[in-house]
């Protein structure tokens, strides 16, 4: 070809342009106009940051909460003591309506009921409202992550889950209350309500500890004259530390309230308080509408982060299925789906960075870590159901049975204080990394004690009961309910040691969901981790069988079983991971343009 030929095709493309140039342009644009970035960038300004030896060698500290995020722990306070109401579900579904009751009020010395269920269907319909609660807020997420962003989708989801507690509040007036429609109307309203917390839930989280904008260790000087670290992660921790905090605040008063107005008043007022209290989450989401700080969504996220990981596979899967597992497990399995590490150009799905790539790898690390959740939730969803059952069978002295179930938020009230204030700082300056995963394994092991302990104490209600290995439906020749001398503030141990568990663990899962996920993926990631509970409420629907009377110590030490062993296993698989958290927790930031011109599909 003539020189001269050349140099009229290189003005011929100049004129009509080059797709892909364009194209490339177009997304190099896209990917330096981020406002977040730029925000994050200027929060920086002026901070001294570590070198590597301090990184070793400095003791790390935690920032200040920004007020922001306790305007968001009001919302979710108000939506816990709305959703405590499930603390009277058990009865109101297991006993009957008391004699001469039209509101389900036991009195003082009698047991509050409506529908006479039985303890069967009792722990089948919570487990349901377990699992429901936590299958929703895959939805929320990808419709937060995709369209509408996390501030919207909070709106709707508060005034969905209103709209449940309406229904509810019907189903438990007099008239209504222990016929098969109140039945029917309660079980609607479980779903609508389940629907609008689901879709809360997997929002509320990220966006509280998206109001702490700086991402970066920096260096400051104590009153002491001590040079630290200051860490977001610790901070992030902190935030979901006191989050929980003003969670189980809401739930203790919630819970408390709704005892006593159930045993005394009725169910109606015990629904009446969660919805009324519940009607502050939309004036406080109101007030702080122009102050909230939040990732806004960027398109379909989720295809394009699937789509990594299947391309990262090929050539990578064998008919050995140990070579497999190697291959798939690899360091460098995700460097494939680098754009980057592309030779003759890069496909044209591929619209983001290398740096995208790696918090893609780190997301789903992540949900790798809340596979072993479900094993955890077993221990602890039986606070809802079988601990109250078993509370009903023993001496309660005119207390409620379902008061006792108050001492696990109280105990987490007392002590996630003592942890963020005491134990995490000592651990610190003992030169003890308890990184999160170290913590979560903790949480399992507490987990697991808390069941042996409610596995002996059943144990011991069997051999003291008059009536044996029947103690549910022990009853005297006039109907009277016969329970066991032994005092009802035994179970307190089981409630005490599955706070320390939610302490290590729930929080801590939190906390890693959030800062383990891509910016624009938070809410599906943090979904992940409340879908677990989902997960577990389906595998405990195979134990409902277990919740009857005599296989109730089965069914406790079944549960302390998984929740060991699965946590001994737990640590073993992620031990190469924890070693790998502060290069996890220092990624530079990865950029991702869901659509220039092109379907990422």
């Known amino acids: 070809m003539a020189d001269s030929d050349i140099i009229v095709g290189l003005v011929q493309a100049n004129q009509h342009g080059n797709p892909v140039y364009d194209w490339e342009k177009k997304l190099s644009e896209n990917m330096v106009a981020d406002p977040l970035d730029n925000d994050a960038d200027s929060i920086h300004e002026g901070l001294q940051f570590p070198t590597a030896e301090e990184m070793l060698t400095l003791r790390r500290v935690s920032d200040k909460i920004p007020w922001n995020a306790y305007l968001i722990a009001i919302v979710e306070l108000a939506e816990r003591f709305s959703v405590s109401s499930s603390v009277v579900f058990t009865n109101y579904i297991q006993q009957p309506l008391p004699p001469f009751s039209r509101t389900g009020a036991g009195g003082a010395n009698g047991q509050s ?18 699992f429901w609660v936590y299958l929703c807020p895959i939805a929320g997420a990808y419709i937060a992550d995709t ?41 609607l309203s479980i779903i609508i309500t389940g629907t609008g917390t689901g879709g809360f839930k997997s929002n509320v989280s990220p966006l509280v500890a998206e109001q702490y904008r700086i991402t970066k260790c920096y260096i400051t000087v104590t009153s002491s004259g001590e040079r630290v670290i200051v860490d977001p992660t610790m901070t992030t921790t902190r935030i979901y530390m006191y989050f929980y905090l003003f969670i189980n605040i809401g739930a203790l008063i919630g819970q408390i309230g709704m005892v006593y107005a159930e045993k005394y008043v009725g169910f109606w007022l015990a629904y009446t308080l969660p919805t009324a209290v519940f009607c502050i989450s939309p004036l406080v989401l109101w007030y702080g509408r122009s102050r909230y700080r939040s990732s806004p969504p960027q398109g379909s996220v989720l295809p394009a982060a699937l789509r990594i990981w299947r391309y990262a596979q090929r050539g990578r899967w064998s008919w050995n299925p140990y070579k497999t597992i190697k291959n798939l ?14 030779v003759g150009g890069k496909p044209r799905w591929m619209t983001f960075d290398d740096q995208w790539v790696d918090e893609v790898r780190r997301g789903f690390k992540a949900c790798g870590v809340f596979i072993w959740f479900p094993l955890y939730w077993l221990c602890y969803n039986q606070l809802n159901n079988n601990l109250i059952s078993q509370a009903a069978t023993m001496t309660t002295n005119g207390l409620p049975n379902d008061i006792l179930s108050n001492l696990d938020p109280f105990a987490l009230i007392i002590f996630i204080p003592i942890c963020d204030l005491l134990i995490y700082p000592a651990l610190a300056r003992a030169g003890i990394q308890f990184t999160s ?51 009802v503030w035994i179970q307190s141990g089981s409630y005490v040691l ?10 801590t899962g939190l906390e ?18 409340l879908f677990m509970n989902a997960v577990s409420a389906a595998i405990g629907e ?25 946590g001994f296993l737990f640590w073993i698989a992620v031990r190469k991971l924890d070693k790998e958290e502060d290069k996890l927790n220092n990624l530079a930031n990865g950029h991702f343009v869901g659509e220039v011109g092109l379907n990422p599909l």
């Open 113 to 130: 009921g409506a529908l006479g269920a039985g303890q069967q269907m009792s722990t089948g319909l919570t487990t349901f409202y377990q």
């Open 147 to 187: 369209y509408w962003g996390r501030y919207k989708t909070i709106c709707w989801s508060v005034a969905i889950a209103m709209l449940g507690h309406i229904i509810m509040i019907v189903s438990s007036i007099p008239g209504i209350i222990g016929s098969r429609a109140s039945l029917g109307i309660f079980i």
């Open 329 to 342: 497990n690899s360091d460098d399995f995700w460097e494939s789906a680098k754009p980057s590490k592309q």
């Open 437 to 487: 995963l170290k913590k979560i394994a903790w949480g399992f092991g507490t987990a697991a004690a808390s069941m042996i302990w409610a596995a002996v104490v059943q144990y011991y209600i069997y051999k003291t009961n008059p009536c044996g290995h029947h103690a549910a439906t022990c009853e005297d020749a006039n109907g009277n309910p016969l329970v066991s001398p032994l005092n």
């Open 498 to 507: 599955i706070a320390f568990s939610e302490i290590f663990a729930s929080i």
């Open 512 to 529: 890693y969901a959030f800062t383990k996920a891509p910016t624009n993926m938070r809410s599906l990631v943090m979904s992940v981790f």
């Open 542 to 566: 195979a134990f409902v069988s277990l919740s009857l009377d005599p296989l109730l110590v089965w069914n406790y030490a079944i549960s302390a079983i998984l929740a060991g062993v699965g």
